[in-house]
């Protein structure tokens, strides 16, 4: 079945410096992969969407890249803010309409 | 509201009774998602709804889970005799329905203490 594995260690980085979060995943090759932002005692929002055929994708400070041959997804953010703090989930498609989602990564950007 | 709306925020109830959770989607939206949460987890996948068609619920874990949704409104999670690794946050996820990549907007969940 499809994986999904973020590093559960928390990321902890000084403002105004680039965060860099990585997905990898086996078994599947996804048409599609996501990020989510999810703040404490609220649901996921939705970020970026990148398709298999695209190699990077940018929003604002936003940038994800996405390597189907290393079956990895890399989600940076420049300029960090302390706003930025959050857990960021990677998810891809699962077939159909089903989306599946990894444990996400903690970070922290410090003042 | 603009946004998807679940109720209650928090449950708590005992072991062997039944719950059930309530989703209020985006209007408009077709497709309803159901997803479950637990401590330090990714979400799990439990079922999803399109329009009329029958729902894939592949994701649901037992029989003791099921859940309802009339036309393209309210949806219901219900679970039967709760067990303690019921216990999780169930969130609820609406879109368009219009392609896969739809983006799914959640609610702010449904915390679900078994004790």
């Known amino acids: 079945s499809q994986k999904i594995e973020q590093n559960s260690e928390a990321l902890n980085i000084q403002e105004g410096k680039t965060a860099t979060l990585t997905c990898n995943y086996t078994?599947?090759?996804?048409?599609?992969l996501q990020w989510y932002r999810q703040d404490p005692g609220r649901g996921p929002v939705f970020l970026l969407l990148?398709?298999?055929?695209?190699k990077e994708k940018r929003k604002e400070r936003l940038k994800v890249t996405f390597d189907t041959t290393l079956k990895q997804s890399l989600f940076h953010i420049t300029a960090s803010q302390p706003a930025d703090s959050a857990t960021y989930l990677c998810?891809?498609?699962?077939?159909?309409?089903?989306?599946?989602f990894g444990a996400g990564t903690r970070l922290f950007v410090k003042a | 509201g603009a946004g998807v709306s679940q109720s209650p925020s928090n449950k708590v109830t005992e072991k062997g009774k039944d719950v059930e959770l309530r989703c209020d989607p985006i209007s408009g939206h077709t497709a309803l998602y159901w997803y479950r949460q637990r401590l330090g987890q990714g979400l799990e996948f439990l079922i999803y709804?399109?329009?009329?068609?029958?729902?894939?619920k592949s994701g649901l874990p037992s029989d003791r889970f099921s859940a309802e949704r009339t036309g393209e409104s309210v949806s219901t999670l219900t679970i039967q005799r709760t067990q303690q690794e019921d216990s999780a946050v169930y969130l609820c996820a609406s879109s368009l329905g219009t392609g896969i990549t739809d983006t799914q907007y959640f609610g702010p969940g449904t915390r679900l203490t078994v004790l």
């Open positions: 709804f399109q329009g009329n068609s029958a729902p894939d």
């Open positions: 078994n599947y090759s996804p048409a599609y």
């Open positions: 998810a891809l498609e699962g077939g159909g309409f089903k989306t599946i």
């Open positions: 990148i398709r298999e055929n695209e």
